[in-house]
């Protein structure tokens, strides 16, 4: 079998070979066929040409016979008698004319060579009529003479009168002989033949063997195709001739008569195609020895070589088959694309011996991957189990091998996700998802698994694969981290991040029902008392207990959250369809968890010391998507602010009104923010006398000109700025300002001794930095820090007292004094001052207003001048208005005044005469 199919390739390859030169012999064979034809048409068009100058000339013999006898004298009388001998004379000296004559302008003949016995009219012939239309010699008619009895052909010339008249028509009819010596004047050459044949298909002159051919007629298929390459064609056509012999014909209308017959004439055709086929069959016979000798010296020698070469190889195939893949054939052969397929199979066992080795590896891999890997059939019997999966599952191979994935599905995993498994591998695709399995043990896990179909190259499925990871661990984590993230660690309620993410999902859910949803900021109230009071646990502990009541009272589907350190936020939706119900509702939910909040909180270690707190409620309600969460959010912050600044305990909720104060302070804040950076910022100062009316210093007091030229009152912007911040910055400013002006004074003895003293506010005075900023601005001012008063309100020094305290002996060894500002208003604690390093008690303006009216204004600035000159400080009286006042706290010991008694606050450029009393 397999020689004989060898045998056949090599017989092919040998064909495609020769094929190239089989056919370039034939397409010579065609060129050569070509040209033969070719040259025969040219001898045929040539032969036509003669021909037709044969005839020509033939025409105008006749025409020079004609035109002699027209020119005759004998002739102008039209007289018969003479007629008659003129053209007997013309027809003795041509041998080809069988009558000579003339005939009258009705056709009656007048004159003729040869008698005619009766009276004949040629009216209706061709060469009559033609000639009656004057001009030349007519063209020739083939004609049977009605006085002659023979075939020939009859020209018709016209006799002109005097005037040019047409007087009758001259005719001379010619015998076939003369067109049978015309054609045999085309000296033929051998086996060519010529014809002169009627429009009607006889033949009226043939040559060679006229007399056998005259008046044979043509068969009508021959006629026919003669005509048709005679008006249609080129003249040329390949028919049979009239004695069977093939024949290329010239076919041509005579020029001496077109229109009444056919002039042919015929080359043989097998005598010019004859040598152009035999040299064909030689080329093909020489082309059939060269290929068979070819083929036997290839099968001896080719097939010899190939089939040692082939038994080798098919030997090392087989031994590489049967696992030896270092089997190799290396040996050569003398045929270089034999060595480079000896080099290929070799280069192909190293090759698979490489990919075993991978194989091997990969398998190992598989093996010993810390993933599981399973492999089943398209009915899901598992075929293959690595260690992995014993070790996570506790099955063991012989236990899972032959049985269904399904082994470890205890109903966990939910049934969509196999549903949606197997719609995609019966796809074709990839699936990827988690289980929820259990172990052998009935341990449950989850796995995170990406099944895969294994295709053959068709596309058909044989398996399938699956990659499996215990995740179990990883999930545990995430949720951790997720809890991290978004959980507070004490209360164990939602962040800052997820409230905001719940309230936008709240909002959205509110724009696709149109329902109303309500958002609540609870803030405890003085939350950091607890704090300093009882320490940080027992703040925790208050946090954690709300918490966990706010969630107890909440339904499921609200969000509860911590939203600060001390404040709670509460996102409840759907609570009306229209705004009047839902505030009536928000209101009502509002002050139900008021109430439940008033209950005492159990704190301590064993609970046993209950606390009792407040808190300030702040609502924003919400419906569609027109409000953004932040913004919802500080509405809300809003309205907590209020119910705050409304003595706290209180239930607020966000009106327009409120906005426009949020709207006025974001101005506002612009505007502290451009102040800062223009430097619109002006320094007042409010002297400061003693007991004697000598200036002793003054107050700075910030003011803020507004863009219409009035000034904006401190009390509006400076709790704004304490809120965001700014007044730390605004307060470095006033501390610089008021250091350069004490280094103006400083330069006058004058005024050397006089002070100045600077408000310094509770978040300023806290910064980590404040030492190092007041040390930095005394010193690069160059001023003596004992003129430099910083006033202290009993907010700053609330809470941390040891710092407090630590930072206020840090600037006192600076010499920089200190003053309790609005003392009386707040606790006024006696332990605070005997700690706290002030030097001097400032009475708030309050108490000095309505002392003289009031006996419990005038009872505490009494009791305040007491226990200052106890203590040994000094006191100041700001709001001094009157002499009464004034005469007032000076008999009672106060050393220092401030008020409009003394001055207004003045920009220092409008102290010329404070200045001057000092002077003086």
Partial sequence: MTRNSLHLRLWLTIGLAVLPLFLFVLVDYQDRRTQAVERAHAEIEQRLAAARREALGAHQMVEFVLRIMARSNDLQSLDG???????????????????????????????????????????????????????????????????????????????????????????????????????????????????????????????????????????????????????????IVELPGFDGMRR?????????????????????????????????????????????????????????????????????????????????????????????????????????????????????????????????????????????????????????????PRILNAGLTPRETYEELWATLLRGEVWRGEFHNTRKDGASYLELATIAPIKQPDGTITHYVAVKEDITQRKQSEALLHRLAYYDALTGLPNRALLRDRLQQAIRGSGRSEAWGMLMLLDVDRFQQLNDSRGHASGDQLLKELGNRLRAAMREDDTVARHGDDDFAIVIENIGDNQDDAIARAELIARKLHAELDAPYALGENGDEPHYATLSIGVSLFRGKAVAPEMLLKQAEVALYRAKEEGRN???????????????????????????????????????????????????????????????????????????????????????????????????????????AVNVSARQFHQADFFAMVRRTVEGAGIDPSRLKLELTESVI??????????????????????????????????????????????????????????????????????????????????????????FLRLHGCEFYQGYLFGRPLPIEAWGDFLATASG
């Avoid at 001496?256 to 030689?282: C, K, N, Y």
């Avoid at 016979?285 to 099968?299: C, E, G, P, Q």
């Avoid at 089997?327 to 090759?351: F, H, K, P, Q």
């Avoid at 100062?685 to 863009?707: C, F, K, M, N, S």
Wanted: net charge negative.
């Fill in 81 to 235: 008698t003479s007629c008659d001998k003129i053209a007997q004379r013309l027809l003795i000296s041509r041998d080809d004319f069988t009558n000579i004559g003339a005939a009258l302008p009705d056709g009656s003949l007048f004159c003729s060579a040869r008698s005619t016995g009766e009276a004949i009219n040629v009216a209706h012939r061709a060469w009559f009529q033609a000639g009656m239309r004057g001009g030349g010699i007519t063209y020739g008619e083939f004609i049977v003479g009605r006085i002659s009895g023979k075939p020939g052909m009859a020209f018709g010339y016209p006799l002109h009168g005097p005037q040019g008249e047409v007087r009758g028509v001259l005719f001379a009819s010619i015998s076939l002989d003369w067109v049978d010596r015309l054609i045999d004047d085309f000296k033929l050459p051998p086996g060519w033949e010529a014809s002169l044949i009627s429009m009607e298909g006889k033949i009226l002159s043939h040559q060679p063997d006229v007399d056998r051919w005259r008046d044979h007629v043509l068969a009508p298929e021959q006629l026919a195709a003669l005509r048709r390459a005679q008006t249609e064609g080129n003249g």
């Fill in 248 to 404: 290329l014909y010239g076919v041509a209308a005579p020029g001496f008569a077109p229109d009444s017959g056919l002039m042919t004439i015929g080359a043989p055709l097998e005598q010019s195609l004859d040598a152009v086929d035999r040299r064909f069959q030689l080329h093909l016979a020489l082309l059939a020895a060269v290929t068979i000798l070819s083929a036997l010296l290839a099968r001896l020698y080719i097939y010899q070589l190939i089939e040692v070469w082939a038994v080798r190889v098919r030997d090392a195939v087989a031994r590489i088959a049967a696992g030896s893949l270092g089997t190799r054939i290396g040996t050569g052969t003398s045929v270089r694309e034999l060595d480079e397929v000896t080099a290929g199979i070799d280069r192909m066992a190293t090759e698979i011996e490489r990919r075993d080795a991978e194989l091997r590896q990969l398998s190992m891999a598989i093996e010993q991957s810390p993933e599981c890997i399973v492999i089943t059939d398209t009915n899901a019997r598992i075929e293959y189990v690595n260690e992995a999966f014993c070790r996570i599952t506790g099955f063991s191979r012989e236990e899972a091998i032959g049985r269904n």
């Fill in 650 to 756: 209180a239930i607020r909720f966000f009106n327009p009104e409120m906005q426009a104060v949020v709207d006025a302070h974001a101005r506002m804040e612009i505007g502290l923010r451009e102040a800062l950076q223009a430097g619109s910022f002006r320094l007042f100062y409010q002297p400061q006398v003693d007991r004697h009316g000598r200036l002793a210093g003054a107050e700075a007091l910030i003011r803020w000109p507004g863009t219409d030229g009035k000034m904006i009152s401190p009390a509006e912007f400076i709790p704004l700025a304490e809120d965001t911040g700014l007044i730390v910055q605004i307060g470095q400013w006033v501390l610089t300002t008021a250091c350069a002006q004490i280094a103006q004074w400083q330069q006058a003895p004058a005024t050397r001794q006089l002070s100045i």
């Fill in 798 to 887: 609330l809470g941390d007292l040891d710092e407090t305290v630590a930072r206020m002996n840090q600037l006192r060894t600076l010499g920089i004094q200190f003053a309790l500002d609005d003392f009386g208003t707040g606790y006024s604690s006696l332990s605070y001052l005997k700690r706290l390093p002030f030097a001097q008690l400032k009475i708030d303006q309050s108490f000095i207003r309505d002392m003289t009216e009031d006996e419990g204004s005038e009872t505490i600035v009494l009791a305040i001048l007491s226990m200052s000159h106890a203590l040994g400080l000094e006191t100041i009286a700001e709001g001094v208005e009157t002499p009464t006042q004034r005469e």
